[in-house]
């Protein structure tokens, strides 16, 4: 028996194909961040700032989020049990929410969550809304990473006194009457 390859030219997704991609990443994105809720780690905190592109799979996504407990050095057996569920739901609803994942896909951890904030006051209600836990807000998040972004793109400074002695040869007193 003789197995046909497909050859797919991957700069020739179908729009089917990313509205699937997309559909997936968010259904496993929403299921995650719910499984995730109540628990507290560092992990979390960097899942937190990611970001992907508009056709980042789900694979690919989910293995980002366990490379960061991998490197927080969490227990992986209860990471890798909600990673597991969250990519069993991306299959399993897919077929009854595509349009509705695909629409609200986003390219942040920051925008899911905002995301699932307006689906909780859909479902919840305000007096009924689910108590949070793991996940830090999302206007909390975007604080902490425009701060991030300013000091990266901030010039070092260097106090006065340490360029002074970066400069040897420099001897001559400094005279303060030339301006």
Aim: net charge positive; hydrophobic share 35%; charged share 35%.
């Amino acid at each position: 028996m003789e197995t046909e390859v497909i050859e797919v030219n991957v700069g020739e997704v179908q729009e089917s194909d990313k509205e699937i991609i997309r559909a997936r990443r968010t259904a496993f994105v929403a299921r995650f961040i719910v499984l995730r809720e109540g628990k507290r780690t560092k992990a979390h905190r960097a899942i937190e700032l990611m970001e992907w592109e508009d056709l980042t799979t789900v694979e690919e996504l989910a293995g980002r989020f366990r490379q960061a407990f991998v490197d927080n050095g969490d227990v992986m057996m209860p990471v890798d049990r909600d990673l597991r569920r969250s990519l069993a739901h991306s299959y399993r609803s897919l077929k009854f929410f595509i349009k509705e994942y695909a629409r609200r896909a986003t390219l942040s951890f920051i925008a899911a969550l905002e995301d699932y904030g307006y689906s909780n006051e859909l479902l919840f209600s305000d007096e009924d809304q689910p108590r949070s836990g793991g996940w830090r807000l999302p206007n909390e998040l975007k604080k902490i990473k425009a701060e991030r972004e300013v000091k990266m793109k901030a010039p070092s400074r260097v106090p006065k006194k340490a360029r002074k002695e970066a400069t040897p040869g420099d001897s001559a007193p400094h005279d303060s009457s030339r301006r």
